[in-house]
Structures are given as structure tokens and as C-alpha cells.
């Protein structure tokens, strides 16, 4: 009997499981992941369930036991140290060896972290990753309180908005020159800082951190031009980094990632990988993506091309985030756009669509889900509306579709 073996026990090795069993795979398989809890969503953590409005159980992607009914082989607080390669074997840190027929790496990325130098080690500085980062933080979410955030990302944005929102005094530094630089254009920029500054919080752009100071525990931030700000926690949303040890370790080819070929299977024959870890090709580079969506979707083109269809991953993007009220909604890959429209909607409702050319590439949709659809489905057909219809507001978006 083939045995499948799975390290990375997140949403793209559950998916890939799943998948696995669902195209009729019969033999044995084994998902395993160095955390205790089974495979759970993480986007609710730095928000309902930090809120409390989500318990623990309903992260979980399946109930635990489901996997025994699907025959999948759950093992959790495993941790794979050594892959051999060409001898098909895992060691994981307790001592035992698995063998494999073939085996998927979905091993996720973790969060970037200060140096110890810097204060990173310090007691109240905390990361927004996992399951135990979350219950690990919970207490410190208590009204009057004043949370530092490091990192105008979208997770930094989040753990601001769920602060303010259980009446915390919140901070937010950003080193560049405004928030979302990296992931969004100015006008859904302006959007967010806007509305965070509604809110009440105090967002301080091109500020660089030269540490984290306290006797032990984090006290306060001292800023490159030495000012000190004092607050009771800290929160790092400076981004996080493809988990490649395992591979690097084994000799795997690294670009941007575990590097992957259009398949999903990387340099040696039979290892495959998926999700935040991995890297592809698209459009002349190497994409990694850090979404569900992907995770999701090229866990279960890996699973079929696991199974020999031969079907190469064709990235259908899509993200979110939630802050406040709103609910930001991102179709597409907004890299390589040279400009942008800003369509406003119904009731403060707005989108910002992404050009290339005059290619439609992306849309960032603010309480607009009629726009991403409609620009989701542009995107996705290869159709790009005229811009100047799409900034027209009396443009009924349907309309769009057939212009």
C-alpha cells in the first residue's frame, strides 16, 4: 500500500487530505504538524476569537474526527526535523522515522520577529500566528490598556481595529512611507488610515523603531529619533516568512520559497508543496502567495497532480480582511499596475481597481461586494472594462461584464 505523508498540518494540508481521499487515493495517509491542536482556520484569531465571539471548536477546519473516518492519520505536536530525500524517510524530533512513497511539504510560513537586540525577546511582545499565540495574548486585551502595534500590514491594521474595539489606547507604527505599501495602492491606503484615525487610533507613518525597551518586560519603544513611546503590550505585524527548513535542510530548490514547478512538485520527483510556503511559476518569477484562497486551491491541484493528472496551477487570488465594520475584499494580483480608478458605491461603499496597460490586474473592494464579484469575474474571463466607465458611478456594475 502507497503512503502519502503530509508535514504542515494547516488549512493547505487538511485541503490536500481531503482532497486526496476525494479523488479516490486508497492508500495510507499521514498529515502531521508540529502544533497540538488538529487543522484550524486562522484569519478569526486576531479577530473573532481574540473578541470572544468564536470558540475555540469552530476554528476547526473538520471535527477531529473526521479524519479517522477518511482514514487520514492525524498526528499532532510532530515535528519533522530531517527529510531524506532519496531515501523517501522523515525523523522527526522525538527520535521516529517515517517512511514515504511521496510526500507534500504545506509546512505554512511563521511570523517575522524582532532581533533579541532589538527587544524582541522581551515578555509582552507578542506575534498573531497560531492558535497559542492568540490564547497567549488574550489576557492582555483589557479595556484602558495601551497596545503598541509595529507594522501597518494588514495583520498589524487588524490587532488595532480588535484593540480599539474592546477600548484600548492603540498605537501603530509604520517604518515605511504609509501603511499597506507593500499590498495595496495609495487610495485604499488613505481608505484604511482614514478610518483608523476615526476610530481613535494614533498611526504614526514613516517611523522607524530603533528598539523595545523594559526590564524584562516590554515597557516601551524608542523610536530612531529617540522618542520614547511607553505602552503596556506589544504586537508585531511585520510580516511573516515561507517555513523552509525542512526543505533547505534536505537540499530542495529554494526561490522565494520551496520552489515548485507548474505542478506543484518540487526539484525532487515525488515532494511536492503548497501554500504559504510555496513558490510557482507565474508571468516570469516565482509567486508565493499568502492567502486561504491559494493555500486551499493548490493544496488540491497538488492533490490531483499527487495522483498523476498533470494539470498545471493556474492562481485564481483572492483575500480579505475585516476591520470595524468594513470588510475589504481584494480580487486578483495588483504587482506590475501602473494606475488605479476609485469608483465610490451605495453608502460610503468604494472599490479601487488596478490597471496594468489598460488590463484590468485587481480590485480592492471597501464594503462593495458587487464590485469584487463583478471585478473577479473580469479578471478571472481576461476582460477589462473601459476606465472611465468604471469611474463613472451611474455605470451600472453589471454593465461592465458586457462593455
Not at 505536536?77 to 527529510?83: E, I, S
Not at 481595529?161 to 507604527?173: N, Q, S, Y
Not at 499568502?290 to 493528472?309: C, P, T
Request: aromatic letters at 6%.
Amino acid at each position: 500500500m502507497e503512503h502519502y505523508v503530509i508535514v504542515g498540518a494547516g488549512q493547505a494540508g487538511q485541503a490536500l487530505a481531503g482532497k486526496l481521499r476525494a479523488e479516490g487515493f486508497d492508500g495510507a495517509i499521514t498529515l502531521m504538524g508540529a502544533e497540538d491542536a488538529p487543522p484550524y482556520q486562522r484569519p478569526p484569531l486576531s479577530k473573532a476569537y481574540l473578541l470572544g465571539e468564536m470558540a475555540r471548536e469552530r476554528l476547526y477546519l473538520r471535527p477531529e474526527a473526521w479524519y479517522g473516518e477518511n482514514g487520514i492519520a492525524l498526528r499532532l505536536g510532530r515535528q519533522a526535523v530531517r527529510l531524506d530525500a532519496a531515501g523517501r524517510k522523515l525523523t522527526l524530533a522525538n527520535g521516529e522515522v517515517i517512511g514515504f512513497d511521496k510526500l507534500a511539504l504545506t509546512t505554512g510560513a511563521r511570523p517575522r520577529r524582532l532581533p533579541e537586540a532589538m527587544g524582541g525577546g522581551l515578555e509582552g511582545v507578542y506575534t498573531m500566528r497560531s492558535l497559542a499565540d492568540a490564547d497567549a495574548i488574550a489576557h492582555e486585551f483589557a479595556p484602558g490598556r495601551h497596545l503598541l502595534v509595529v507594522g501597518g500590514g494588514y495583520i498589524g491594521l487588524e490587532a488595532a481595529a480588535v484593540a480599539r474595539k474592546m477600548g484600548l489606547e492603540v498605537t501603530l507604527l509604520e517604518a515605511a512611507q504609509r501603511v499597506l505599501q507593500r499590498v495595496a495602492a495609495p487610495p485604499t491606503a488613505d481608505y484604511f488610515r482614514d478610518l483608523h484615525r476615526r476610530h481613535g487610533v494614533t498611526i504614526r507613518e514613516q517611523t522607524a523603531l530603533a528598539r523595545l525597551d523594559g526590564e524584562g518586560r516590554f515597557a516601551s519603544a524608542v523610536l530612531a529619533d529617540g522618542t520614547e513611546i511607553a505602552a503596556d503590550f506589544a504586537v508585531l505585524g511585520i510580516g511573516i516568512e515561507p517555513d523552509i527548513a525542512l526543505a533547505a535542510e534536505a537540499g530542495l530548490r529554494l526561490d522565494n520559497g520551496i520552489a515548485c514547478d507548474e505542478f506543484g512538485e518540487t526539484s525532487v520527483p515525488g515532494i511536492y508543496a503548497a501554500g504559504d510556503c510555496a513558490a510557482f511559476p507565474h508571468g516570469g518569477d516565482m509567486l508565493r502567495l499568502e492567502s486561504v484562497g491559494n493555500a486551499i486551491d493548490m493544496a488540491e491541484a497538488v492533490a490531483r497532480n499527487m495522483l498523476g493528472a498533470g494539470e498545471p496551477y493556474r492562481p485564481k487570488p483572492w483575500f480579505w480582511s475585516d476591520q470595524y465594520n468594513v470588510k475589504l475584499q481584494i480580487a486578483g494580483l495588483h504587482l506590475g499596475h501602473d494606475h488605479t480608478i476609485t469608483r465610490p458605491g451605495a453608502e460610503g461603499a468604494v472599490s479601487v481597481w488596478y490597471y496594468a496597460g489598460d488590463r484590468l490586474i485587481a480590485v480592492d473592494a471597501m464594503n462593495d461586494p458587487r464590485a469584487y464579484m463583478v471585478g473577479k469575474r473580469l479578471i478571472e474571463a481576461g476582460r477589462s472594462p473601459d476606465p472611465a466607465l468604471v469611474a463613472d458611478p451611474a455605470t451600472e456594475l453589471k454593465s461592465l461584464m458586457a462593455a
